[in-house]
Nanobody, 122 residues
Framework: VQLQASGGGWVQAGGSLRLSCAAS????????MGWFRQAPGKEREFVAY????????DYADSVKGRFTISRDNAKNTMYLQMNSLKPEDTAVYYCAARPKGGTYYEAYYEYWGQGTQVTVSS
C-alpha cells in the first residue's frame, strides 16, 4: 500500500486547509486510516482516524469541532478538513493505514505517507 499526502501549506490563524491522502496498491474496504502530526521538537501525535468500511471516526480532543476526517471510496482517498486553524496546529501531517479498523495508536499502523507541512501564522 502506498500513501500520498498533499494539501498542506501556509494559512493565517482562523483559516482553513484540506489535506488529502491518496491510497494505492492492495487496499481494502476493511482498512483503517488515520492522520497524525508532528510539531517541531515534539513527538508525533494522533489527530483523527476513520474506519473505511463503516465510516467510524474519532478525533483528538485538541481538534474536535474544528477538523473533519472523511473518505471518498471511489477515489480511494481520505481527507482532513481543517477549519479555525490555530498556530498550535502547525506541524507536519502524516497519513497512515492499517488492514484493520482505525485506532489512536501510531504503532499499529503499517503504512505511512511522506507528510505534508501545515503552517499557521498568528
Amino acid at each position: 500500500v502506498q500513501l500520498q499526502a498533499s494539501g498542506g501549506g501556509w494559512v493565517q490563524a482562523g483559516g482553513s486547509l484540506r489535506l488529502s491522502c491518496a491510497a494505492s496498491g492492495r487496499t481494502s474496504s476493511s482498512y483503517g486510516m488515520g492522520w497524525f502530526r508532528q510539531a517541531p521538537g515534539k513527538e508525533r501525535e494522533f489527530v483523527a482516524y476513520i474506519t473505511w468500511s463503516i465510516g467510524r471516526t474519532d478525533y483528538a480532543d485538541s481538534v474536535k469541532g474544528r477538523f473533519t476526517i472523511s473518505r471518498d471510496n471511489a477515489k480511494n482517498t481520505m481527507y482532513l478538513q481543517m477549519n479555525s486553524l490555530k498556530p498550535e496546529d502547525t506541524a507536519v501531517y502524516y497519513c497512515a493505514a492499517r488492514p484493520k479498523g482505525g485506532t489512536y495508536y501510531e504503532a499499529y499502523y503499517e503504512y505511512w505517507g511522506q507528510g505534508t507541512q501545515v503552517t499557521v501564522s498568528s
